[in-house]
């Protein structure tokens, strides 16, 4: 097995991405963009088609266990399609027929590095950030300019920024701070790209804490959400439910839905306090598996 439970900074993902790129050839690595410290944004790719879902992890720094679950999820998918044996019943190298499989491993590689080592990985930015609290653990979520990405996306973020306000979020910050601007940070930037390129059937962010499934966003969320949704919490136990509070605007999920009138969905993996501990990965990823698998072949 090449994904092991392990802290996934950009050195370690980046090791694994090309473990799998050498194992499984046909597995392509695209970079969609960079972060603001010049780290690139990596794409793992598998193509049998135009069809596509975008499923993307580590918006937040101290969520960086969800590169894992990408990068494991990759996996299996490799191994299954090069072998042709069925993953949890399934028939990989069907429903992968006429589909593009794109897995984002680390949105945010900047602020994943100053969640694991401190304020000594931010560069020119490490003044700034040992100042907001960069070495304090299990408290930075941003990037590192304090964005955070999850703030950061043209959704509500007008009414999110009065709310970050009324709560005294109003400047730069280990969290919530939604940034100066919508769409400020090039990290939003390259994942909106490549949405408005690729143009997919559906969106799916990975975050952690309270095994939960976000479906909604706005006027424009497709009916079909709902029972998407609702499939995902039966094969995996989840609650397909809403946001509350800052967590209601400034989302990926929540752009795509405006922008594109299509699904997307944020799946809160596991229960705890952040980050979730290694020892909870193998356990939470097998109660997510299927789950997974009907995000990206749904």
């Not at 990759?74 to 190298?93: F, T």
């Not at 939003?188 to 408005?196: E, F, I, S, V």
């Not at 097998?286 to 997974?292: D, G, N, T, V």
Request: hydrophobic content about 45%.
């Amino acid at each position: 097995m090449i994904v092991i439970p392990q802290p996934a900074d950009t050195g370690v993902v980046g090791n694994k991405i090309r473990a799998l790129h050498r194992a499984y050839p046909f597995l392509r690595v695209v970079p969609v963009g960079a972060s603001v410290l010049g780290y690139a944004l990596p794409a793992l790719v598998l193509e049998k088609g135009e069809e596509t879902v975008v499923i993307a992890a580590a918006f937040h720094a101290q969520e960086w266990i969800t590169s894992l679950v990408t990068l494991r999820l990759c996996e299996e998918l490799c191994g299954a399609l090069h072998s042709g044996e069925p993953l949890c019943e399934l028939d990989i190298r069907r429903v992968c027929a006429g589909r593009r499989l794109v897995l984002l491993p680390l949105v945010n590689p900047d602020g994943v590095n100053i969640a694991l080592h401190g304020s000594a990985a931010a560069g020119k930015y490490a003044p700034v950030v040992q100042r907001l609290g960069g070495d304090q653990p299990g408290l930075w979520q941003a990037n590192v300019r304090g964005v955070d990405i999850n703030h950061n996306f043209p959704a509500g973020w007008e009414t999110l920024r009065r709310m970050e306000h009324e709560q005294g979020i109003a400047a730069p910050a280990p969290r919530q701070w939604g940034g100066p601007a919508p769409a400020s940070e090039p990290e939003t930037k390259a994942l909106m790209a490549l949405c408005r390129r690729l143009h997919p059937r559906h969106v799916v962010a990975l975050h952690t804490q309270g095994e939960e499934i976000y479906w909604h966003y706005g006027t424009r969320t497709p009916r079909r959400s709902r029972l998407m949704a609702q499939v995902m919490a039966d094969a995996s136990g989840y609650t397909a439910t809403a946001p509350t509070g800052l967590a209601s605007h400034g989302g990926f999920k929540d752009w795509f839905i405006e922008e594109t009138g299509r699904p997307g969905f944020t799946l809160e993996l596991g229960r705890g306090v952040n980050p979730l501990p290694l020892s909870d990965f193998d356990a939470m990823y097998e109660k997510a598996r299927e789950m997974l698998l009907l995000a990206a072949f749904m």
